[in-house]
Nanobody
């Protein structure tokens, strides 16, 4: 059984940057797609970004394209999300996920982390 642990969230001013990390244990990440979702208060969970098992293919939500970057280091069982040019509407709990395909669908991912809070002040 895989365990995903996120870190790196915090409070930042609009226009600032944060780097999130997600370390997987119990199952190697190298055979799986990894991704990030987020959920703001009162809103549904939404797709942010995904990366395939090798790192050769990435997918982003239109709302973060050009500002966020997903990457992975399979040797460290870790996936990263670099958040740049942050906006107040990026405020949410960010969840790391693991699945078979790097799609934008919630149902594609069988493992979820506990989440890390990102708060962007205006």
């Amino acid at each position: 059984q895989v365990r995903l642990v996120e870190s790196g969230g915090g409070l930042v001013q609009a226009g600032g940057s944060l780097g999130l990390s997600c370390v997987a244990s119990g199952r190697t990440v190298s055979h799986y797609a990894m991704g990030w979702f987020r959920q703001a208060p009162g809103k549904e969970r939404e797709f942010v970004a995904a990366i395939n098992w090798s790192g050769s293919s990435t997918t982003y939500a239109d709302s973060v394209k050009g500002r966020f970057t997903i990457s992975r280091d399979n040797a460290k069982n870790t996936v990263y999300l670099q958040l740049n040019s942050l906006k107040p509407e990026d405020t949410a709990v960010y969840y790391c996920v693991q699945g078979i395909s790097g799609s934008a669908a919630v149902r594609s991912y069988s493992a979820w982390g506990q989440g890390t809070q990102v708060t962007v002040s205006s």
